[in-house]
């Protein structure tokens, strides 16, 4: 995911306290240190009393090594990892809603929706809403293939991982 | 363990009492009076009442740094809180342990309707405002949870790189009563600073200083945060290494040791700056390398081999590449990297390097023969006017760099000042706080009137409380350090600095029932100094200056550490 000025994406998972003020604290260091979120998305774990952020960002080595240490020190926060890119699965959701102006848009679409392994929603006369899961890659191309019809209306996750295999990121290790 | 039935307020002041807290600096108002009715019936905590919270919040951080124990403060909810802001701001930016407790409106009021978020009568979301300058905050839910969060805000604040932590007490918490349980459990998963460092890097380190021909350590204030001021010196003789210290690692070595070059950056001294560049290995201890130590980065030692020692894994790496990182507590990284060194060959104290600092001495620092009426010489005489155990605090600009160029600190914790925010109007509430940590001890503010001005209004703490301090304002009419920007890069174009000849700063201590002196030569300041700091009440000493003195050497501001202008 390497671009030019040595920057890169990385998936940043962290284990946090859940309970309030913690994604302000997160956030709010973000951007006191003009460190660049792309996406944050925010859940409970399997661990009891423990959510799961999981934070896209971009920059070069340095930067990134900064982000993990400036979050490690945020006493909400226990445990930080970046992501190995090659070993991870990410996802997002986005539920989008579609114009329809006519019969034959309307098959178009549900093809398009059944080759991206989506799913139709709900219906409307003049609009169908589509929920479609993958990687931000493949969302992306779906909307825009959407476009051409119109988007209504859009909501996105944000992205989440988790790294292959066995491991996994646990507060008692 | 027994549990005791007490109001949130009582379980308060047993909590701080359990952490050893016998005075608290602060301002009362409706969000807090639960917690003052029941420091009425206190009978351990000492309560001092500041005349603004920003001087309660700087006298806890001068408590803290003078005694290394933390200081506390209290403020009522909205302007209370928001007036300890700037204290709070500049304890973190310093790595100085000290507990903001605040007022707030009920979580809940009495019709058990929600009063939190509802924009109550001075509520201040203080949480939010002070989340980017404490390095823990939380508001408090229920009175059973006090003694817990208490002993965690003291073990955060303390441990690990310290810094501020504020509680926020909302009132219904203080007046609920509950079963509370005192333990001295903490239990923070996320939070578990490294103390002790890896031996490899150890290794690699004493490797790496045994190979060096020109040594030099650079010591900052983690070196005093970790009370491992010993451990510098055995390292340092061991090593025959100069010693610099950044601004404010002043203390961590005597600055009249042969080894010692003083302090480096913009207003350090020449020798130190010079020695930095010819070195080849640095070691530098509990140091965050700030723009004001290392002036242009692209010119700050490129050639010397780095060795980084900081409890702060952040530290390392975040504004210059370092060799070998060593992440560990000061202490403990300098005595095991000492067990070390003992075992290899030692250095001949006639090796050429030894030399270069003798030669480098005799040119950079010549001694000062000049008894002038100036701040270089007067700040050289008061050295000698007071023990070595003096406390001496400073206030922001060409006063405080004054001080760091030619008042030679001898020990740690003995060098107080507002280092990281340059907060003006810190030298003398933070002389208040340190004074009341060492009340046995002299405690000298040297001032600038602007400053001064800032906080004048604790004369009024310091009398009444009895907590009598020393306040040397070298009194140039302008606020000096501007001044001389404007002078040097703005064409001696002046906006805005002069101050005039208001107030009379003698008038002003007596009209506070302190007692003020104006000097106008030397045999006067010493009378002055010596007779205040004998005397039971707080003395203001006016030293009226040139307001065209500059401090100098200097480093423009974008230069790196080779262009110093200006003789020490
Ligand atoms: C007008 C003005 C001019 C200034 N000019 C200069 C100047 O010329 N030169 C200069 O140096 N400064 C100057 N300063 C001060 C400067 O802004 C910084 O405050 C100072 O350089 C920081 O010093 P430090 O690096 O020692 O870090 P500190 O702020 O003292 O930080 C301490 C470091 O030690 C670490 N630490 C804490 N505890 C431990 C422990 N137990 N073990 C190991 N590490 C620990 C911390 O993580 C941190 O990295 C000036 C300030 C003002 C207001
Ligand atoms: C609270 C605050 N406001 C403004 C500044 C910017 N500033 C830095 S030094 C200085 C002048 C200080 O004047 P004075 O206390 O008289 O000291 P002098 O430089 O004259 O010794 C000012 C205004 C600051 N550091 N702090
Ligand atoms: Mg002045």
Known sequence: MENQNNKKTTV???????????????????????????????????????????ITVSGDEKTLEQITKQMNKLIDVI??????????????????????????????????????????????????????????????????????YGIIELARTGLTALSRGIKSIRIDE | MATVKMNGANALLESLERQGVKHVFGILGGAILPVYD???????IRHILARHEQGAAHAADGYARASGQPGVCFATSGPGATNLVTGIANAYMDSSPIIALTGQVPSIAKNSSYMIGRDAFQEADIIGITTPITKYNCQLSSV??????????????????????????????????????????????????????????????????????????????????ANAADELLTVAELLLAPVATTFMGKGAFPEIHPLSVGTIGMHGNPLANRLLLEADVMLAVGTRFSDRATGNLDTFCPEARKIHIDIDAAEIGKNIDVDIPIVADAKKALSALYERLIKQAKRKPDNPWMKRLEEARAQLNPPNENKEFKPKSLLQILRKLLPESAIVTTEVGQNQMWSALYFKALKPRTFISSGGLGTMGFG?????????????????????????????????????????VTVIVLNNGVLGMVAQWQRMFYKRRYMAVKLGTYPDFVKLAESYGAQGFRVTSIPEFEKAVQTAIKSKVTTVIDVPISMEEDVVPMIPPGCGLNQQVGDY
């Open chain 1, 12 to 54: 940043i998972a962290a284990l946090v306290e859940n309970k309030p003020g913690v994604l302000h604290s997160v956030s709010n260091m973000f951007r006191r240190r003009g460190f660049n979120i792309e996406s944050i998305t925010v859940g409970q774990t399997e661990q009891k009393g423990v959510a799961r952020m999981t």
């Open chain 1, 79 to 148: 445990k930080v990892n970046q992501l190995e890119p090659d070993s991870i699965v990410t996802r997002e959701l986005a539920l989008v809603k579609i114009s329809v102006p006519d019969v034959k848009s309307r098959s178009d679409i549900i093809n398009c929706v059944e080759v991206f392994r989506g799913r139709v929603v709900d219906v409307s006369p003049e609009s169908l809403m589509v929920e479609i899961t993958g990687t931000p890659d493949k969302v992306d191309a779906f909307l825009n293939l959407m476009r051409t």
């Open chain 2, 38 to 44: 029941a420091l009425c019936t206190h009978p351990k």
């Open chain 2, 144 to 225: 059973a949870e006090i003694p817990n969060t208490i002993n965690t805000a003291f073990y955060i604040a303390t441990t690990g790189r310290p810094g501020p932590v504020l509680i926020d007490f909302p009132k219904n918490i203080q007046t609920d009563t509950a079963n509370v349980e005192f333990t001295s459990h903490i239990d923070i998963r996320g939070y578990n600073p490294t103390i002790n460092p890896h031996p490899l890097q150890i290794r690699k380190a004493a490797e790496c200083l045994a190979e060096a021909e020109r040594p030099i350590i650079l010591a900052g204030g983690g070196v005093i945060t």
């Open chain 2, 428 to 468: 003398f509430p933070a002389a208040i706080g340190a004074k009341t940590a060492c009340p046995d001890r002299v405690v000298v503010d040297i001032a600038g009137d602007g400053s001064f001005i800032m906080t004048e209004q604790e004369l009024a703490c310091s009398v009444i409380e009895e907590i009598p």
